[in-house]
Structures are given as structure tokens and as C-alpha cells.
């Protein structure tokens, strides 16, 4: 009779010698998010033994992204408009829904000691800038950028500064542009100037100057990954609220 033993051994062996790789689920943020992200993603993998695959862009990039049938688990947006988007073309699960975060839109310069001023009507922004440029967002796609033209308009000063202002893809590109001394001035997150040393806060819009900053969240309705709700319920509770809080946003989950 023949033996089995050395193929069942050979089986074992390659058992053994290639395990099972972890499991992954893939969350799209807005590039706001990154520091926040840079300690979540760690601990999100701590606390679960899965692989957080994180994508970061300007909101509307990844809402294209997602319509064009990247595949993904969950969706953290800078801008309720794009998840309404989302949500209207059926790709989103509605019930996973929540506004998970709030922020601040600010005015920042060059530079770790710049004066502060008032963001008002009165203020002659167009004389700060000279012929140099000020850094935003898209200011029709990227949230960061909604945001700070809708102030800037409300304020009076969008059409003397319009011509002055360089877009770039995404609020953490604006901000390289100010850290850099490319631009003198931009306006960013109030969470993305806490996380560049050389920029200074010079001044912050009003609550009334835009609509509230919102970050909602929400699960893909493409995703059958089991750890979907896992990462739902983290990026939902106190250990992620600690950290986002400690990045300087503010809670809106509860």
C-alpha cells in the first residue's frame, strides 16, 4: 500500500510556511484629516488586528473616486454636500449616516510670529497680499475651499481677492504653499494650521461668514466587509474621539 504521508506532511508544511495574510478595510478621508488619520490608523490596528488601508484626498476626489466605483468601506467627507451626493446616487447606506466632526475655517501667513488681525469688511486683504498670491482650496470642489470663498463673500472681500488666489487640489497642498513661503497668506482648516509649525493663525471667519463645518461619515453600500462596522464603531468612539479632539476638531457624533 502506498503512503500518504510525505504529501499530507507537504501540506502541513506550506501550512506553515505561508499564513494567512490579516484582514483589510479601506477607508476614504478628506486630506484634512491626515495628522488625525497618522495616529488612528495604528490604533485602529491595535484594537483589531486588521489592516486600515487609508486613502486621503479633497473630498471630491474621493466622492468621484467612489461614483466611479473605487472600492472602499467608508466614507469620512470635509462637506456634507458630497456625501448628499453620495447618498442620492444610492452609494452610501443611509442608516450608517452621522456628522461625526466640526472645524474652523481660519486666515494663516507665513511665518511663527505673524501679527493677528480682524476678519472683517474692513479689512484691506488685498494691500496684505501685494502681488502675491493667496493660497485656498478649489474654490468649487474642495470643501476647504467652499468654505473660505463663501466667507470671504460674506465678508465683502472675495471680488478684490479673487485675482490673487491660487487653488490647489486640497487643503493640505494650500497650506504646503504657506509653509513654504510660496504664499504669504492662505485660508485652511483651523485643525491643518495646529499641524504646520511654520504658519501662524492670523485671524479666524466668523461662525455666521459660511455654513458649519461638517465632517460626515458614512459606510459604502458596495461594502460587504465584515469589519465595515468595526471601523464604523471606532472612528465613532472615545479612543478616535480622543484623538481628533486632540487634533482640534470638534465632536459632533453624539
Do not use: C
Not at 43 to 65: I, K, N
Not at 138 to 150: E, H, K, Q, W
Not at 205 to 211: A, I, K, N, R, V
Not at 235 to 243: D, K, T
Amino acid at each position: 500500500m502506498k503512503s500518504f504521508r510525505p504529501f499530507l506532511f507537504s501540506i502541513a508544511f506550506s501550512t506553515l510556511a505561508f499564513p494567512v495574510a490579516a484582514q483589510e478595510v479601506t477607508l476614504f478621508a478628506a486630506a484634512s484629516l491626515k495628522t488625525a488619520m497618522d495616529q488612528l490608523e495604528p490604533a485602529f490596528e491595535e484594537a483589531t488586528g486588521a489592516d486600515l488601508r487609508v486613502s486621503l484626498a479633497g473630498s471630491s476626489a474621493l466622492a468621484r473616486q467612489i461614483q466611479q466605483g473605487a472600492p472602499a468601506d467608508v466614507f469620512i467627507s470635509a462637506n456634507p454636500g458630497w456625501m448628499d451626493q453620495l447618498e442620492a446616487d444610492g452609494l452610501i447606506t443611509p442608516e450608517t449616516r452621522r456628522d461625526l466632526l466640526g472645524n474652523e475655517i481660519v486666515l494663516v501667513a507665513h511665518g511663527a510670529d505673524a501679527a493677528p488681525v480682524t476678519l472683517n469688511a474692513d479689512l484691506d486683504l488685498p494691500a496684505m497680499l501685494g502681488d502675491a498670491p493667496l493660497a485656498m482650496a478649489l474654490v468649487d470642489a474642495v470643501p476647504a475651499g467652499i468654505y473660505g470663498r463663501t466667507a470671504l463673500q460674506s465678508l465683502g472681500l472675495w471680488d478684490s481677492v479673487a485675482p490673487h488666489v491660487a487653488q490647489a487640489d486640497n487643503v493640505r497642498a494650500a497650506l504646503a504653499l504657506v509653509s513654504l513661503g510660496e504664499a504669504p497668506l492662505g485660508v485652511v482648516y483651523a485643525t491643518d494650521a495646529a499641524a504646520e509649525p511654520d504658519v501662524t493663525v492670523i485671524g479666524t471667519f466668523p461662525e455666521g461668514s459660511h455654513d458649519p463645518i461638517l465632517y460626515p461619515l458614512a459606510a459604502l453600500a458596495d461594502s460587504t466587509n465584515p469589519l465595515t462596522a468595526d471601523l464604523l464603531n471606532f472612528l465613532s468612539g472615545p479612543e478616535a474621539r480622543a484623538i481628533f479632539e486632540g487634533q482640534g476638531f470638534t465632536w459632533a457624533a453624539d
